[in-house]
């Protein structure tokens, strides 16, 4: 295994827990955001319409969630490349593809997210 691969692996370790808890966290707010009667009384009042809302719209929660999720499929990404592709011209230009939209992604949510934030 070449040994930016290592590194390329521990961030794709490192960013799954994180991201899972926030994915959890947009999940569990956006069904309480739908149903925010059982939520409600399921939390004893702690999560209602008004907090789910809040956490649900809240900005560094989804840049957070956003950035988690473009790294994760990033690395994972690689990590496929590099095991299943075997010309490594090909290997390389699908990388810088993948990497180049998905900066592109995550500049726009950024973008669109600190435009909501500067008004």
């Known amino acids: 295994m070449a040994r930016y691969l290592r590194y390329v692996l521990l961030v794709l370790e ?5 991201l899972l808890l926030t994915t959890l966290l947009l ?5 309480a ?3 925010p009667h059982a939520y409600s009384a399921l939390t004893l009042g ?3 319409y008004a907090n789910a809302q809040r956490i649900h719209t809240d900005p560094v929660i989804r840049l957070s969630f956003t950035t988690l999720a473009l790294i994760h499929g990033l690395t994972g990404t690689i990590i ?5 592709m075997k010309h490594r011209l090909i290997k390389e230009l699908i990388k810088s593809v993948v990497i180049i939209a998905l900066l592109m992604l995550l500049a ?3 973008a669109i997210d600190f435009s909501r934030i500067l008004r």
Do not use: D, F, Q, R
């Open 80 to 84: 496929l490349i590099e095991k299943y």
């Open 33 to 35: 955001i739908m149903y």
């Open 27 to 31: 999940i569990i707010t956006g069904y």
């Open 14 to 18: 490192a960013t799954s827990l994180p």
């Open 46 to 48: 702690a999560l209602n």
């Open 108 to 110: 726009l949510t950024v």
